[in-house]
């Protein structure tokens, strides 16, 4: 009997996989727990339509994402940091720091965890940070740190 996998099932598939099983375990195993469906026309359909639609929004989040991304591309964030004699820095700046001052300064809110910064900012100066939008777009914003 060919079924439409409602969720990953182990050793058998993924979810909207059509999978061919023993008569008996899709009645009696599968179809009770609401794992499957039976793979006839009317379920067919619905699974090509609800696979449209999945495509269609995954295609406007990336659509989406690379606005945002020529929007953030190459702009220039400050942020300030206390400094004291001869230069030195105290503290660092932090992904959490620079979410804030692209949300200030540029109206644009991005999440913090999805910044690339390998270890914070303990520096002053102009550094370039990557922002993964998608996981096919990515941004990159400089930071210029100053003494506040």
Aim: glycine share 6%; hydrophobic share 45%; net charge positive.
């Amino acid at each position: 009997m060919k079924v439409i996998l409602l969720s990953d099932v182990k050793a058998l598939g993924k979810k909207d996989q059509v999978v061919n099983v023993s008569d008996g375990y899709a009645r009696n195993m599968l179809m009770p727990k609401g794992l499957a469906v039976p793979a006839d026309s009317k379920n067919m359909n619905a699974l090509k339509v609800r696979k449209k639609v999945e495509e269609k929004i995954a295609a406007e989040n990336l659509a989406e994402a690379e606005a945002l991304a020529a929007s953030l591309n190459d702009k220039k964030v400050t942020v300030g940091i206390k400094v004291g004699a001869g230069g030195r820095v105290f503290g660092s700046v932090s992904t959490k720091e620079i979410a804030e001052a692209i949300q200030d300064q540029l109206g644009i809110t991005v999440d913090k965890k999805k910044m690339n910064l390998s270890a914070p900012i303990k520096e002053l100066g102009i550094t370039e940070v990557s922002i993964r939008l998608h996981p096919q777009v990515a941004a990159v914003v400089k930071v210029e740190v100053k003494e506040s």
